[in-house]
């Protein structure tokens, strides 16, 4: 996203002075950072477009799937059923067929996207709905937010939280605390949510 003329004051950075330099340096993107907290109505902006895209590459791709694999997809797929999946179709892994039932539920906060996928428990193509979602919305963060090899940006950081990606955070589980909550799986106005045993007991 690119910044609007007379407002990259928003955007400047003073870079960490040198222990023997005596000069204040400062940089002035001319795109925007993943996270920036003096820009709010930015990145909103730039959060949605990628959430509006993500659904937009699902709804193109929903009965083909997505064959370009992206490199962060591992993080992404619920362990039991995380083999990996060539390019192109395998005995192992057929080629993708549209499910007659699953859902896709997207939501972002600040800078966190949330997906979800609504389908039948025991599903034979879990992990390809799993890793269609995934490529979606990996490859919609990159094409929105690039990662520093595609910027040339020596030292950068991937806008893709790899911390956070190790961390489990971005895996498909059954059971997820969102936002500091967990939800049960009862069905729409059923459905409760529940706070975690250690915020409980901190509370």
Not at 102 to 129: C, E, W, Y
Request: proline content about 9%.
């Amino acid at each position: 996203m690119i910044v609007e003329a007379g407002k990259e004051y928003n955007f400047v950075y003073q870079l960490q002075q040198r222990k023997d330099g005596k000069e204040l340096f400062y940089v002035v993107p001319s795109s925007l950072q993943m996270g920036c907290m003096n820009s709010p109505p930015y990145l909103s902006t730039a959060t949605e477009s990628t959430r509006t895209l993500f659904v937009r590459i699902l709804a193109l791709t929903c009965k083909q799937g997505i064959t370009q694999p992206h490199r962060h997809e591992q993080f992404c797929i619920e362990p039991s059923s995380s083999m990996s999946c060539p390019p192109s179709p395998s005995p192992l892994c057929p080629q993708w067929t549209l499910p007659r039932d699953t859902r896709v539920f997207t939501r972002i906060f600040v800078d966190d996207f949330i997906n979800g996928i609504a389908s039948p428990v025991g599903r034979k193509h879990k992990h390809d709905a799993q890793l269609w979602t995934a490529r979606g919305a990996l490859h919609a963060i990159h094409a929105v937010f690039p990662p520093p090899d595609v910027l040339q940006h020596e030292g950068g950081r991937d806008s893709v939280s790899e911390k956070k990606l190790k961390k489990g955070d971005a895996r498909f589980k059954p059971d997820k605390v969102l936002l500091g909550f967990s939800p049960d799986r009862r069905p729409t106005t059923q459905r409760t949510f529940a706070v975690p045993k250690d915020k409980k007991n901190r509370y």
